[in-house]
């Protein structure tokens, strides 16, 4: 059973909101959203479909339009908002930034901090991301528990990432 200091500070939980973030964007549904909102607009602008297809010249209007809107929606919008909303959840919670013990079990992981104590097993979590500052442990699509990757050694959070994989049928 090994144990590890863990303190989640104001640039991990910033760079576990960015993560997710990203996350979203490499889904499908992204360019896909997309493709759908360039043919609604180019039909709103009085574009008979078969003109559409056949002149490309009135491409150029039905890609940069939705092109602007996709940008402002997926890319610029969400991630500052979401960096707004990491720093201000990080300054109302201050038990964020409490440390907690994290237990890697054989069962699943545990989390002690003070009196409070908490245990998940490796079922419990859907999914991992990781990139050069924080791991992500999701335990519902929307709900993390954010690891610092300094906190814990490669090694430790390649056999976390196994374990959770390995509890999801995902070998």
């Known amino acids: 059973m090994d144990s ?6 104001r640039q991990d939980f910033a760079a576990a909101y960015a993560l997710r973030w990203r996350c979203i ?3 499908p549904w992204i360019p896909l ?9 180019s039909l709103v602008m ?12 009135e491409l150029v209007p039905a890609i940069a339009i939705p092109a602007v809107v996709w940008a402002l929606i997926y890319l610029l919008i969400p991630p ?9 959840q990080y300054d109302r919670y201050p038990m964020l930034a409490r440390e907690t013990d994290l237990l890697v079990e054989e069962t699943g992981l545990k989390f002690l901090s003070g009196e409070d104590h908490w245990t998940h097993r490796w079922s419990d979590y859907l999914a991992i991301a990781e990139d ?14 954010i690891l610092p990757v300094d906190a814990v050694p490669a090694s430790v959070r390649e056999t976390i990432a196994r374990r959770i994989r390995e509890a999801n049928g995902k070998t």
């Open 33 to 41: 959203s997309w493709v759908v909102l360039v043919i609604v607009v």
């Open 46 to 57: 009085g574009s008979d479909l078969m003109k559409f297809l056949t002149r490309p010249s």
């Open 132 to 145: 050069r500052r924080v791991m992500l442990l999701y335990v519902s699509p929307q709900l993390f528990q």
């Open 4 to 9: 590890y200091r863990v303190r989640i500070a």
């Open 80 to 88: 500052f908002s979401a960096w707004i909303a990491a720093r201000w």
């Open 25 to 27: 964007l490499r889904k």
